[in-house]
């Protein structure tokens, strides 16, 4: 890309510029899926391919504090090698290596079919001129199930990339051919243009070569390597294994090392690195190492304790709990059981988080007392209700005896009126409360 090349990273991405963290990262997922070369027709890949790279660099720039700081002040222009800051933008190969050792952690994930995986523009790699480092690294999301980060799983997948010509070793040309060196850049491997930037405004910029590809010599047709056509590289598949560990967590970000394509221009080709998202679950929410889900009970299970299976674990096991009342202890609705031990694996431990199970009671259906010898057999065990005491001075003069109707929720609790107090709006607050914390819990 071109110093001077006019981009807006959030349009890439379909968010506002004061889009949190959260909402860059959620717009990233759904524009990477959907434009992923592999889940398009074949005479579609190439466009596909180009807008996935498109919204890679995007979410890599925009979900880094510093990086987005920068776009926001500078533009695109402060990526490029004397940049608005004067310097070299920041090498995300080199804060991989530094995170990772400049190794593969042990892989993780599974993807079946990546071929033409798109590189990352913005993850290291080397702009028109540059030579030698390490290649471009490849970001991938990857959905992983709870049932597999508790479990772990090993995955083997093909994965087609390119490699360095083994006919030319790289060079593009037949043997003893020397390349010619480019007229057009005169062998600098670039070229400068003038572009409009306004009504009667244009600016300089530069760019690579489109004769001889920025590398400053080339082939004519007939000294071009018959493998390669004087491409230098050719499409290869690759089988590659992945590891999950059991409990890893999501967003955690697995290397394998070297496995990007190769370029004859670099050192070292760079990583495919894994980013992993964890699918919502249908029973289980995770905080941490720690699990929560809900046990429904019976109202005789809440007034007299049970001995049965609750629920299914994540490795197919069942969970059974025998609860026994004391004389006279109920469990009540929202009441939680903390059950040690059995929450998500930690890594590199064989120890493990707790599970949490809210309690919900399910109160028996209408008519279920069939008549008032029924209705009288449970008033004698359950406790004597007791009638209201008022204080002193506090006696109603008058008591009316009236009517009622029962109603689910709060729906109606102000009419039409606009008061900000009436039913459905505080109603909405809490809904909007409670699906917060349970964001921040999963």
Same mark, same amino acid.
């Given at each position: 890309?071109?110093? &001077?090349? %006019?981009?807006?990273?959030?349009?890439?991405?379909?968010?506002? #510029?004061?889009?949190?963290?959260?909402?860059?990262?959620?717009?990233?997922?759904?524009?990477?899926?959907?434009?992923?070369?592999?889940?398009?027709?074949?005479?579609?890949?190439?466009?596909?391919?180009?807008?996935?790279?498109?919204?890679?660099?995007?979410?890599?720039?925009?979900?880094?504090?510093?990086?987005?700081?920068?776009?926001?002040?500078?533009?695109?222009?402060?990526? +490029?090698?004397?940049?608005?800051?004067?310097?070299?933008?920041?090498?995300?190969?080199?804060?991989?290596?530094?995170?990772?050792?400049?190794?593969?952690?042990?892989?993780?994930?599974?993807?079946?079919?990546?071929?033409?995986?798109?590189?990352?523009?913005?993850?290291?790699?080397?702009?028109?001129?540059? #030579?030698?480092?390490?290649?471009?690294?490849?970001?991938?999301?990857?959905?992983?199930?709870?049932? +597999? @980060?508790?479990?772990?799983?090993?995955?083997?997948?093909?994965?087609?990339?390119?490699?360095?010509?083994?006919?030319?070793?790289?060079?593009?040309?037949?043997?003893?051919?020397?390349?010619?060196?480019?007229?057009?850049?005169?062998?600098?491997?670039?070229? &400068?243009?003038? $572009?409009?930037?306004?009504?009667?405004?244009?600016?300089?910029?530069?760019?690579?070569?489109? &004769?001889?590809?920025?590398?400053?010599?080339?082939?004519?047709?007939?000294?071009?390597?018959?493998?390669?056509?004087?491409?230098? &590289?050719?499409?290869?598949?690759?089988?590659?294994?992945?590891?999950?560990?059991?409990?890893?967590?999501?967003?955690?970000?697995?290397?394998?090392?070297?496995?990007?394509?190769?370029?004859?221009?670099?050192?070292?080709?760079?990583?495919?690195?894994?980013? @992993?998202?964890?699918?919502?679950?249908?029973?289980?929410?995770?905080?941490?190492?720690?699990?929560?889900?809900?046990?429904?009970?019976?109202?005789?299970?809440?007034?007299?304790?049970?001995?049965?299976?609750?629920?299914?674990?994540?490795?197919? $096991?069942?969970?059974?709990?025998?609860?026994?009342?004391?004389?006279?202890?109920?469990?009540?609705?929202?009441?939680?059981?903390?059950?040690?031990?059995?929450?998500?694996? @930690?890594?590199?431990?064989?120890?493990?988080?707790?599970?949490?199970?809210?309690?919900?009671?399910?109160?028996? %259906?209408?008519?279920?007392?069939?008549?008032?010898?029924?209705?009288?057999?449970?008033?004698?065990?359950?406790?004597?209700?007791?009638?209201?005491?008022?204080?002193?001075?506090?006696?109603?003069?008058?008591?009316?005896?009236?009517?009622?109707?029962?109603?689910?929720?709060?729906?109606?609790?102000?009419?039409?009126?606009?008061?900000?107090?009436?039913?459905?709006?505080?109603?909405?607050?809490?809904?909007?409360?409670?699906?917060?914390?349970?964001?921040?819990?999963?």
């Amino acid at each position: 890309m071109s110093a &001077t090349e %006019e981009v807006d990273l959030y349009e890439v991405l379909g968010i506002s #510029k004061g889009a949190s963290k959260a909402e860059v990262k959620k717009a990233y997922h759904r524009a990477a899926l959907s434009s992923h070369p592999d889940k398009v027709a074949e005479d579609q890949r190439e466009e596909a391919d180009v807008k996935f790279k498109s919204v890679s660099q995007a979410y890599e720039i925009l979900s880094d504090d510093d990086n987005r700081e920068r776009y926001d002040r500078h533009g695109m222009a402060a990526f +490029e090698k004397g940049g608005a800051n004067g310097g070299p933008g920041p090498d995300l190969d080199d804060i991989l290596a530094q995170m990772f050792g400049g190794g593969g952690m042990p892989g993780m994930g599974g993807m079946g079919g990546m071929g033409g995986m798109g590189g990352m523009p913005g993850m290291g790699g080397h702009g028109p001129g540059r #030579k030698g480092g390490k290649g471009k690294s490849e970001l991938q999301q990857y959905e992983v199930t709870l049932e +597999e @980060l508790y479990k772990g799983k090993t995955t083997r997948f093909a994965s087609t990339k390119k490699v360095i010509c083994e006919h030319c070793k790289g060079t593009g040309g037949k043997d003893k051919v020397k390349p010619k060196p480019c007229d057009s850049c005169k062998g600098r491997g670039q070229t &400068t243009r003038l $572009r409009p930037v306004g009504p009667g405004l244009v600016t300089q910029e530069t760019v690579a070569c489109s &004769t001889c590809s920025g590398r400053g010599s080339f082939f004519s047709d007939k000294d071009k390597c018959k493998k390669c056509k004087g491409v230098r &590289t050719v499409s290869a598949k690759k089988i590659l294994e992945l590891y999950i560990p059991r409990g890893s967590r999501e967003g955690e970000r697995i290397v394998l090392a070297g496995e990007a394509d190769q370029d004859p221009d670099d050192d070292a080709p760079g990583d495919i690195v894994f980013e @992993l998202v964890e699918e919502v679950h249908k029973t289980f929410h995770r905080a941490g190492a720690d699990l929560q889900a809900q046990l429904e009970i019976t109202l005789a299970e809440a007034l007299t304790g049970f001995h049965r299976v609750v629920l299914t674990h994540l490795d197919g $096991r069942g969970i059974s709990l025998h609860v026994q009342q004391p004389q006279g202890q109920v469990l009540r609705p929202d009441e939680v059981l903390k059950i040690p031990g059995e929450g998500m694996p @930690l890594k590199r431990a064989d120890t493990k988080g707790d599970l949490y199970l809210t309690l919900k009671v399910n109160f028996p %259906e209408d008519g279920w007392l069939k008549d008032q010898a029924a209705v009288d057999r449970v008033k004698a065990v359950l406790p004597k209700s007791e009638p209201v005491s008022y204080k002193p001075g506090e006696t109603p003069e008058v008591v009316d005896e009236v009517d009622f109707i029962t109603v689910q929720n709060m729906e109606g609790f102000g009419g039409a009126s606009d008061d900000p107090r009436a039913g459905g709006e505080w109603e909405d607050d809490e809904d909007e409360e409670a699906g917060g914390a349970q964001c921040q819990q999963q």
